[in-house]
């Protein structure tokens, strides 16, 4: 665990490739949230690690992003009419912290990254994004949409922890 000191009001944890950190207002070395969740950091700093080892086992796809928008287009045609729900556009680019989002108007951003994932994880993360068309929060509701389809969504969730170690490692973060 690492603690930084920038330029903040409030204290934060940041979630770093393969590492936990605390970012503190200047000035400051401790804070009562860094013993509040150490057991919770302990926890995440185990996951990364299986995910660090797991990603080491894993192969990247090379597709361009054409051929990424159009498995996208497809994914979004296959399930939309089921669930009725319309996506307004559909937006690639460079995303920094996550594979995908969803704006209250039904636009769906997804990261350019996603090129590099298997299909069928490219396939969760398109429906997950259209689940939140239906419900816009990670209820419990929302969970229960995604796992009709997905019985197995955690462990793909805990798969594409380690596709994002595996790439990221790749583009030199």
């Not at 860094?34 to 797991?54: C, F, G, P, R, V």
């Not at 045609?77 to 108007?105: A, F, H, M, Q, T």
């Not at 955690?154 to 798969?159: L, V």
Request: aromatic share 10%.
């Amino acid at each position: 665990m690492k603690v930084e000191n920038r330029n903040i009001k409030y204290p934060r944890i940041e979630m770093r490739t393969g590492e936990v950190r605390f970012i503190l207002p200047l000035n400051m070395n401790h804070h009562p949230i860094m013993d509040k969740y150490q057991s919770w950091i302990n926890d995440k700093t185990q996951d990364i690690e299986k995910a660090l080892i797991h990603s080491a086992k894993l192969k990247l796809n090379s597709r361009t992003q054409q051929k990424l928008k159009q498995i996208i287009l497809n994914i979004i045609e296959k399930y939309s009419n089921e669930y009725g729900v319309v996506v307004n556009r559909i937006i690639l680019r460079d995303l920094n912290s996550k594979w995908g989002s969803c704006s209250s108007v039904g636009n769906l951003t997804f990261n350019k990254l996603l090129s590099g994932l298997p299909d069928h994880h490219i396939e969760y993360i398109v429906f997950h994004e259209l689940m939140h068309l239906i419900e816009r929060k990670h209820s419990t509701k929302y969970w229960s949409l995604v796992s009709e389809k997905f019985k197995n969504y955690k462990k793909i969730e805990e798969e594409l922890v380690s596709y994002w170690f595996l790439i990221n490692k790749k583009k030199g973060m």
